[in-house]
């Protein structure tokens, strides 16, 4: 019997089952079959050598025109054979050294298959030491007219994965199928195995796209299968029902909030509460337009659970952010946040502020509270998930900024409390919806898209330096004339540079600009008589906090700093922006430090400086950001512009991905009706024992790191 599961060695042989595990570190008959071709030649269709690029590794079918043996070296005792070959339009040298009987395997006028990387001589595009082989009767997939193409390496040739896999295929037996079969039927797909044998040894384009199409439902299906699984677990779970508390601190806080809550807050407001008030713990994703007010909506949800007679704990990926939120935090509250203190109101809680940063007493008294119960609200960095961090009741966690954390830091929360705290996550940026299908699958999820009224909108532009050198100068002028409103102003620079060696590979290419420069050259430059300050991530906590403060104050006019203000930081009193160096940034990161301004009455400037002349994908991008002040929009664009590795992280584009034919950026279709399947399906049969081959992949899906890396995306 061989299945997916079956080890390699007795089907293949030990000697290529060592190889295949040393190179691409398959074990399984599953693992070289999810080996898919890259591409097909057609042997209709031969390839052209029109844009071959030096360093790329290709494979093509051409044909020999010319064969040469060329003695060299003292006595002409070495041999250079020359193969020029030819797509049927233009030509190409093949060579080898020392290999005189290739003369007799490429005859002239025969058909080979040439693959190897693309090197250069003279000038000249030509193939060394490529592997070749001949097109023969001999050979399945040339009878057949399409020949696979398989990502290979220099020690195991695409065909010889062609022949290993034909071996395997030919003696395969029937597998069960992971997906429903009526639901293949409708589409008019194959069976899983008849999938197989198409995608590897397909007759017709026909045959390899349709098996493309299924195998590639096949692993949305599964993925979502996994999500819908943990979903319905959670409904099993119990936590305590923390229902809303008329009169309590959360409605006080509304009464007393200087704005109207916008419709989408009200809405996520009252789902959230709904969870809370459900003996099912929460899991859901708070996901929003930088500015759209998530911080509220998230203190609302705790207040809700003070006032239920539990803690809530807010997570915050930096000191900055989370000295920032207690701080605010605190200041929102006034009255309601003085729990056992003379001016504090009737059923006033305590808010308290754990970093790593604080010394031993503070902390210590800061524990008590949390240990005691007295803090309703505890606000803090990864300190809040060290030992010694207990709760008297968690009943609520809160994720702020959940692109820098882990749920593996999530869960040692969760874990510690006795019982299971409900949680509410929410991102810094928006995100397309197939990432949030993809990575954040198990949760539900809420998403603000407006602005609260009255915002003011923030106009971005682009400053070429090569295009327009004085425009800079114009740029530190609106700085200027902010401050003399009596506005502030954010300077951002990609590196600190005191002490950092230059990190780029290319000597001659310009530096980007370093923070300790650009203060020390505004300070006494275009900016002279300002109070500037500076704030970078490698400062110590308290200068941080509080040239932080300072800002916050409106203590200092201009604030020049690395991307440590990038999430979360909001003084609405700023209103411009010189980012430096733009085109190294990301485009949803430039769009989340923007976000920065234009959060209060006045209007925003937002100046992205670039010096890259020439450089159109960089001023593509830019420009797409300075079009819009859509975020989903923005982070689409970027998705697009990006590799699939890049999008799920960087766990996904190394080690063996489950994602193999599935694209993220590109099927969204598939992922929504792959989610819809996973959802009926486990509603009727939550432990998939109809659906046994899908139970085993789930189950692998769920114990690799995989399963591992979507939670802690
Ligand atoms: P983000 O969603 O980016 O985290 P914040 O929660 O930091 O946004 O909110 C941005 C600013 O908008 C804050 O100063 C907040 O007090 C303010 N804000 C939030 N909701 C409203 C509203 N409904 N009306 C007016 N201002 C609001
Ligand atoms: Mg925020």
Redesign the pocket.
């Known amino acids: 019997m061989v299945d997916l599961d079956t080890r390699l060695g007795p089907v293949v042989g030990k000697a290529s089952a060592d190889k295949l595990s040393k190179t691409f570190g398959m074990e399984t008959v599953g693992d070289l079959l999810t080996h898919y071709p890259r591409r097909y030649v057609d042997l209709e269709q031969i390839d052209s050598f029109a844009d071959l690029e030096v360093g790329q590794y290709v494979t093509f079918v051409a044909q020999v025109v010319d064969v040469k043996n060329i003695p060299f070296g003292p006595g002409g005792r070495k041999t250079r054979t020359q193969v020029r070959i030819t797509d049927g339009r233009q030509y190409l040298n093949a060579t080898f050294f020392n290999q005189r009987w290739i003369a007799k395997r490429t005859e002239v006028g025969s058909r080979q298959l040439f693959a190897g990387v693309v090197g250069e001589y003279r000038g000249q595009p030509q193939l060394t030491h490529p592997v070749i082989r001949e097109l023969g009767d001999d050979n399945a997939s040339f009878q057949r007219g399409i020949i696979p193409v398989y990502p290979a390496t220099a020690s195991i040739s695409s065909w010889e994965l062609e022949r290993t896999i034909d071996t395997v295929l030919a003696v395969l037996d029937p597998l069960p199928d992971p997906l429903p079969g009526e639901f293949a039927e409708v589409r008019g797909w194959p069976d899983s195995t008849t999938a197989l044998h198409w995608i590897h040894q397909p007759r017709g384009k026909g045959q390899w796209y349709t098996a493309q199409q299924r195998l590639r439902f096949d692993e949305a299906f599964a993925l979502q299968t996994v999500f819908a699984r943990r979903r319905h677990a959670f409904d099993t779970e119990t936590a305590i029902s923390r229902g809303w508390k008329a009169g309590g601190l959360a409605d006080r806080f509304i009464d007393r909030l200087g704005?109207?809550?916008?419709d989408g807050?009200k809405s996520v407001v009252a789902d959230i509460s709904q969870d809370l008030a459900r003996p099912h713990p929460m899991h859901r994703l708070l996901q929003?337009e930088?500015?759209?007010?998530?911080?509220?909506v998230s203190l609302i949800a705790m207040l809700q659970v003070v006032d239920a007679g539990a803690q809530a704990a807010l997570l915050a990926p930096t000191e900055v952010l989370a000295t920032q939120h207690f701080h605010s935090i605190t200041e929102q509250l006034g009255d309601l946040a003085k729990g056992g203190m003379l001016d504090g109101v009737e059923g006033a809680t305590r808010v308290r502020l754990l970093t790593g940063a604080m010394g031993a007493k503070a902390r210590k008294e800061t524990l008590l509270d949390v240990i005691s119960g007295e803090a309703g609200i505890v606000i803090g960095t990864h300190a809040l998930l060290q030992e010694g961090v207990d709760f008297a009741e968690l009943g609520l966690l809160v994720v702020d900024e959940q692109h820098r954390f882990g749920v593996e830091q999530r869960a040692v929360l969760v874990d510690r409390a006795e019982v299971t705290p409900h949680v509410l996550v929410m991102t810094a940026t928006p995100i397309p919806r197939t990432v949030a299908m993809t990575v954040f699958g198990d949760l539900e999820t809420s998403t603000l898209r407006e602005l609260?009224r009255g915002r003011q909108p923030i106009q971005t532009t682009v400053i070429s330096l090569a295009e327009h050198p004085s425009w800079l100068d114009r740029a530190w002028q609106r700085i200027r004339e902010e401050v003399e409103k009596g506005r502030q102003a954010y300077v951002v620079t990609t590196r600190i540079g005191d002490g950092e060696t230059a990190s780029s590979a290319d000597p001659a290419a310009a530096q980007p600009a370093a923070l300790v420069d650009v203060f020390a050259a505004l300070s006494e430059g275009p900016l002279a008589g300002l109070r500037l300050a500076m704030l970078h991530g490698r400062m110590p906590a308290d200068e941080k906090d509080a040239q932080m403060a300072a800002f916050a104050a409106g203590e200092t006019d201009v604030l020049v700093a690395t991307t440590v203000i990038e999430v979360?930081v909001?003084v609405?009193n700023a209103t411009v922006m010189v980012v430096l160096d733009a085109d190294r940034f990301g485009l949803s990161q430039l769009h989340q430090l923007r976000?920065r301004i234009g959060?209060g009455e006045h209007a925003g400037l937002c100046l992205l400086v670039t010096d890259t002349a020439g450089d159109t994908l960089a001023r593509e991008r830019l420009d797409a950001v300075a079009s819009t002040t859509d975020g989903f929009r923005i982070a689409q664009f970027d998705i697009d512009l990006r590799r699939e590795g890049d999008v799920l992280g960087a766990r996904q584009s190394g080690g063996r991905s489950s994602l193999k034919l599935l694209s993220v950026v590109r099927h969204e279709r598939v992922i929504a009706e792959a989610r819809d399947l996973a959802v009926r399906v486990v509603e009727q049969d939550p432990e998939l024992s109809g659906l046994p081959a899908l139970r085993r992949i789930v189950d692998e899906l769920e114990a690799s790191q995989q399963a591992d890396y979507l939670e802690r995306t």
């Not at 704005?259 to 916008?262: A, I, K, M, S």
């Open positions: 704005f109207e809550l916008t807050q929003g930088v500015g759209s007010g998530k911080t509220v609260p979360g909001d609405p976000g959060r």
